[in-house]
């Protein structure tokens, strides 16, 4: 029962990723995996569960569980679903044209244990099984996957992984995308209930790391850095904080370079665009409702230029739909009464007209970008500049520097090249809210715009966003799980409520 790697490469399609790679687990052993955004964590993890090749060097050791035996959670093998259900949907060869497309009460009996799957047949009386229980999945057990929110897809992937009852158990960013008391179970049971099961966390933050975990193992530049007793790891991580803290000591410099690239976007992005009332957008007895279930319901609220809000609420509370409203994502718009920029939805106006005023950083738009990895770092920042998937026009040489700009304010100078796959998930994050903020929109909506940053990034980030706000131009929406993200120009907040009358509280900081 041994994991065993011994000088090994871990490789994919021919290309090394992780180098000489030393590691032994033994049996009854948890441990965190952590490190830097673009170490290798998550491929580590990822050939763990067998998806990637492990080589060993001249006299190495590769000795692994079977592949059958380990559950592997993360933002890859959500995005990986998603994408599945849209290659699946049949809607336009169905009757009323909507294919739901999988539930979360087939996903869990496609991966659940034998012994589980005896006493629940078909799905049958899946309510009561302790992983759906534990995540709180019962009322979304047969909704379609692909209307569920970021966080109602993370508990669904945890509860399905539970109930598979495997060996290994490799949960990659696990809190990410969860509200406080979905957060506050994992732990819980992280703590107490793994008597059966090998736990990996891979986790940046120490925060959240359950007493169960004992060893560490760190990887910095593709390769290990560290590996051994947890408390060691914490002792010398307290006397190596100078990653943090140059992050930190680079807001005023970060500052001064976003003043600059700003009047490069000036003279780039049409004046138009910032020729708006004060009321950026207003919604009128909102009320949106999907098989029978409101989501939203007679919500009024108004978005003023320079008030900055903090959206917050539970899994599934409505964050998501709440700002497709304003995107454009979500038809339901058009039977409310919505007004972006003064402007009734539905009374003429384009998605581009829209969008050019927007700028957007979701779980949805990183899944499309993914799904579209050869472009270069240039080409994605670009897009955002004509509010495409991808770049289908020429650039001029000024609208270049500003992308080259705006990588050096994501922390990539000199990597305009670079293909964006290669990244990994929190490097590509930080590269899409600069994408997003690249034409300094009228709004900037960030829904969960720190998932998967370390803390450097997640403090570069902040620090930017904080400098975006204080810029005038920029109005911030902002939906986080994570009180110690919210920034301090986000003095307002819409709080959403379900099940409560009514469903929302308009608040002040």
Known sequence: MHIILEHCDICKDGETILRDVTWDSGE?????????????????????????DILPRDAGEGSLLDPASVSLVSFETAAELIEEEKRRDD??????????????RKL????????????????????????????????ILDRGLKYLSTGEIRRTLLASALAARPTLLILDEPYEGLDTASRARLLAFLSDNLAETRLILVMDKIEGVPDSV????ELENRTVSYAGPITEYLARRQTNTSSVRKAVSQEASLDDLFHETSKLADAIVPAETRRLSDVLVEMRDV???????????????????????????????????????????????YRNDVRLFGIRRGSGET????????????????TEYRALGEYSLETVLLSGLHDSIGLYQQCGEEERLLAVQWLALAGFSGKERLPFREL???????????????????????????????????????TLLSAIADGGTTTLLHVTHDPTEALPCERHILELRPGECPMYRILER
């Open 424 to 462: 990994s998930y929190g490097e590509q994050r930080a590269i899409l809210i600069a994408r997003a903020a690249i034409k300094c929109p009228p709004i900037l909506i960030l829904d969960e715009p720190c998932h998967g940053l370390d803390a450097e990034h997640r403090t570069r980030v902040l």
């Open 91 to 104: 809607s336009d060869f169905v009757d009323g044209g909507v294919d739901p497309g999988r539930t979360p």
């Open 108 to 139: 869990i009996m496609e991966t659940i244990s034998r012994s589980d799957s005896a006493t629940s047949p078909d799905g049958f009386d899946l309510e009561s099984h302790p992983a759906v229980t534990l995540f709180a999945i019962e009322p």
């Open 287 to 333: 009320t949106i409702e999907w098989s029978g279930r409101k989501v939203l319901d007679r919500l009024s609220w108004t978005l003023r230029r320079g008030e900055h809000w903090l959206i917050r609420g539970p899994n599934g509370s409505g964050k998501t739909t709440f700002l497709e409203l304003i995107t454009g994502d979500n038809p339901q718009v």
């Open 214 to 217: 004992t060893r560490v193992i």
């Open 351 to 366: 998605i581009w007209e829209i969008k050019e005023k927007l700028g957007i950083v979701s779980y949805r738009l990183h």
């Open 28 to 52: 009854q052993e948890h441990w965190l995996v952590t490190g830097s955004n673009g170490a290798g964590k998550s491929v580590f993890a990822a050939a763990l569960a067998g998806e990637f």
